[in-house]
């Protein structure tokens, strides 16, 4: 009797003393007897698993007929005790506004070649206005043994502004980091290995506005119609005297006035001005006199 696993080379079987023999397969292999004796008894049983439970069709057990064919399929089911969720901290900063709760949205999602054993594929959280981030749902479920690798980022948007490295949306410049986390799953316990994810993980976003607009008149501010003065505007406490000239001038000789400086008076001051006109006339006159009797009488001019 001979056995081949899949499409491997068929080769010659060892049976114990009970009469069994014992082979293993992978999820979706099949195992081929060929060279059976005819009407060989057979009865097929998998060895239990922790966290597996195995389900049986029909044929399990039967008699190979000569030259006929028998064959059944051997059916595990995965059921953890409860679903896992690895205990990890998400930290969320938003540098140039203030960070709204809800906002930005994160994911731990199954990205191995077995992902597809995994349920659900991914499970996602929000941030809460002080950064902190939580994961919804219960956790995954592992459909066999085996190390399963997940990613956690942030969700990114539709990136609108294609000419700027990086992804953008409504001003926002997303972090695009990505830390790899590991179950390790062993008879239906899970253990998680989160690498450098393990002190938690910062995820830093920053907000630049959008070519903010000026106004396109500014207003100047208005003058005040009519101004408030002071109502009692202070004086200064020590007042300065005005100082004393140095070499103060003298007023000229009254004698040395010419003509052309003398002011004219007008008013009830014009019959005095001419009474001493009249004097100095009668003065001269009699000088006029005096000079001409000197002068016959011989006597020098004064």
Do not use: C
Request: proline content about 9%; glycine content about 10%; cysteine-free.
């Amino acid at each position: 009797m001979q056995l081949a696993i899949g499409d491997g080379e068929a080769k010659a079987v060892i049976v114990d003393e009970s009469g069994a023999v014992t082979f293993t397969l992978k999820a979706g292999q099949t195992a081929h007897f060929t060279n059976v004796p005819a009407d060989m008894k057979y009865q097929v049983e998998e060895a239990d698993k922790v966290g597996f439970i195995t389900d049986y069709d029909d044929a399990q057990s039967g008699v190979i007929d000569a030259e006929d064919t028998a064959g059944t399929t051997v059916t595990n089911t995965f059921e953890p005790e409860e679903p896992s969720k690895p205990e990890i901290d998400v930290d969320k900063r938003l540098e140039g506004r203030e960070l709204a709760a809800g906002e930005f949205q994160f994911a731990i999602e199954a990205t191995g070649d077995n992902a597809d054993k995994v349920s659900p594929e991914s499970i996602t959280g929000t941030n809460a206005a002080d950064g902190s981030v939580s994961f919804g749902g219960d956790g995954f479920t592992f459909a066999a043994d085996g190390d399963y690798e997940f990613t956690v980022s942030e969700v990114l948007p539709a990136d609108d502004d294609s000419d700027t490295p990086g992804v953008q949306h409504d001003g926002v410049t997303y972090d695009e980091a990505t830390y790899t986390i590991t179950a390790k799953v062993a008879e239906g316990a899970v253990t998680w290995d989160l690498g450098s994810a393990a002190a938690g993980v910062t995820f830093e976003n920053t907000f630049e506005p959008e070519n903010p607009e000026e106004p396109e008149n500014p207003e100047e501010p208005e003058e005040p119609e009519n101004p408030e003065e002071p109502e009692n505007p202070e004086e200064p406490e020590n007042p300065e005297e005005p100082g004393k000239p140095e070499n103060p001038e003298k007023p000229a000789n009254p004698g040395d006035t010419t003509e052309d400086e003398l002011i004219p008076v007008t008013g009830d001051y014009a019959p005095m001005v001419a009474g001493g006109l009249a004097v100095v006339a009668v003065a001269l006159v009699a000088g006029g006199v005096v000079l001409r009797r000197r002068k016959q009488n011989g006597q020098p001019n004064a």
